[in-house]
């Protein structure tokens, strides 16, 4: 990759904590310009100790990361240059209002004074906060703060964007904001590398993702690819008259292997997925069987992180909040 380009590069990333606890376990990455690259995984997984990493904010014990071809460890400076990061704990001031942190980020980012108040006002509407930007930011909504620390990551136009769980404990109209931004970054050819326990956040927004487990990747693709690996969609049909089970079972065994079905159900695996549908149908009116339901069942992400882990990621949010995810790092200016 040239010097200047804005991908990411890892190899055998390791990072240990005092106490023998090894956080991210030989990880390798490559994230592609202008891909948005979802990194998913439950708490103490080793998600925010990877970008502490990746935005030089934590030093790596093993391997090397290399980000718009600059290695995080001994070019740091200018890797702080190239990106913008928006982490989970952003340090606004409450006595600030949003244009005043505009305008200190700005200056801090060496913007000439001609421009800085034309930037600051730039992404301010873009972010959609024009109308509270002279409201001091300790009367800001959690989904505001968001949007105002998204609008200083970009201030000096970074070439890749870090995000740490970006819409953790937003309302979903504030979380749709924000992956509209975040869609309309990567159009730009921004490269976004973030962070989330949320399956759909990771399915909606990601050209690919990274499960992260234990400090290991255990799988990694587009969300297409990884759901396609879990296995073909199947569809099950219940009766309309219980005692029809057996004929139902029949005709749809002629489809495919059974899968796993509600108690008076029937279900089968189907090769082609969805284009099987219209012939089950057509075959089980052929039969004279009725049906109270028939549905298609599709593989999910967090089919895919079950059968990757050994659990679901519902609930991850609350669990494992002690687990040495984030370890202290050392405040780096730019």
Same mark, same amino acid.
Request: aromatic fraction near 2%.
């Given at each position: 990759m040239g010097e200047h380009g804005n991908g990411i590069e890892v190899e055998g990333l390791i990072r240990d904590f005092k106490g023998g606890v090894r956080a991210v376990d030989g990880i390798d990455l490559r994230v592609a310009p202008g891909e948005i690259y979802g990194?998913?995984?439950?708490?103490?997984?080793g998600k925010s100790t990877t970008l502490l990493i990746l935005t030089t904010l934590l030093p790596p014990t093993a391997g090397s990361a290399?980000?718009?071809g600059l290695d995080v460890?001994?070019?740091g400076a200018e890797v702080r240059r190239a990106?913008?990061?928006?982490l989970q704990e952003s340090a606004l001031d409450p006595f600030l209002t949003g244009r005043e942190h505009m305008r200190l980020q700005s200056s801090l980012h060496g913007l000439a004074k001609t421009e800085r108040a034309a930037r600051g006002q730039e992404l301010l509407d873009r972010v959609g906060l024009s109308d509270?930007?002279?409201?001091k930011v300790g009367g800001y909504s959690g989904g505001m703060k968001r949007r105002l620390d998204l609008a200083l990551a970009l201030v000096h136009r970074p070439r890749l964007l870090f995000l740490d769980e970006p819409t953790t404990g937003l309302d979903p109209q504030s979380r749709a904001a924000l992956w509209d931004e975040v869609r309309r970054l990567a159009d730009d050819g921004v490269t976004v590398f973030l962070t989330t326990q949320y399956l759909e956040e990771a399915d909606v927004l990601a050209n690919r993702v990274g499960?992260?487990?234990?400090?290991?990747?255990v799988a990694e693709g587009t969300? =297409? &690819?990884?759901?396609?690996?879990?296995?073909?969609?199947?569809?099950?049909?219940?009766?309309?008259?219980p005692s029809d089970r057996e004929r139902l079972a029949t005709v749809l065994h002629r489809f495919g292997e059974e899968a796993a079905a509600s108690s008076n159900g029937v279900a089968v695996r189907l090769p082609e997925g969805a284009a099987d549908l219209a012939e089950v149908v057509r075959a089980l009116d052929a039969e004279g069987l009725r049906v109270a339901d028939l549905r298609l069942h599709s593989p999910t992400l967090d089919d895919v992180f079950l059968a990757k882990t050994g659990r679901s990621l519902e609930g991850a949010a609350d669990s =494992? &909040?002690?687990e040495h995810e984030d370890a202290p790092a050392e405040p780096v200016s730019a």
């Open positions: 990194f998913l995984g439950p708490n103490g997984a290399r980000v718009a460890v001994s070019r990106i913008g990061a928006s509270a930007a002279d409201r499960i992260i487990d234990r400090g290991k990747i969300p =297409a &690819e990884l759901k396609a690996g879990i296995g073909r969609p199947s569809v099950e049909a219940i009766p309309h008259d =494992a &909040e002690d």
